[in-house]
């Protein structure tokens, strides 16, 4: 089975369409959380994914959405957006949003937003995070995001540790691994081009990909939306 793996798409439609495209033929979608937030067109992205029929979970951005619930960890401009998304969503985007599940099993793998620990609001940037999530999941794998950085870490039991990532060169997941694809809608790697994974799962091999798309009409639309200014700017650095 070929699965694309999205997270942090952040109602960032036209870079969801551009790694739609770019992964082509896949059999599933899993898309890890933060659906909404940020972007301009939380309630197209979202009926896309529903439309591609993605397994996905929740993300802080889609529960402080759907619900209002964790608005006070936000800061200023992200919660200026995400006030402005629950404006915008219908009733029923809202419900679907709020009855997101925080963790999935597909497969082998489970998937999160955070963590295991925390499957809303830990960022697992370190190896002994990663290992406590891993330790455990009751599959052999987990996919996760919200730090919008694309990473993989390998679990042997003993040790844990950050493999290199090649965008385009397949990483065998030969052990235990976590795999954070990074940010479809609003990459923090400093490349601007929206990341995403292809995973296989019949070689349980992932290869990380980014996809080149039109940054300046995304901008363009946050600003006519009229959210903060910096969500917009901070697009073309990819930070
Ligand atoms: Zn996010």
Redesign the pocket.
Known sequence: MKVALL??V?ANLVALEAVLAAAGTVDAIWVM??TV??GPDPSDVLALLRERDAVMVA???DLAAATGEGLDMFNGHAAAAVKRHRSWLSAEERDALAALPLTREVDRFTLC?GSLRDPIWEYVVAPSQAHATLRIASTPHCCN??T?VPAVFRDAGTRTTIVPIEVGRPIALDASCLVNPG?VG?PRDGDPDASYALLDTAATTVTFARARYDVAKTQERIRARGLPAILADRLSSGF
Do not use: E, L, P
Request: no cysteine; proline share 0%; net charge negative.
């Open positions: 997270s942090d952040h959380g933060d937030g940020y993300g802080n951005h937003h995001g919200h919008h940010s609003q």
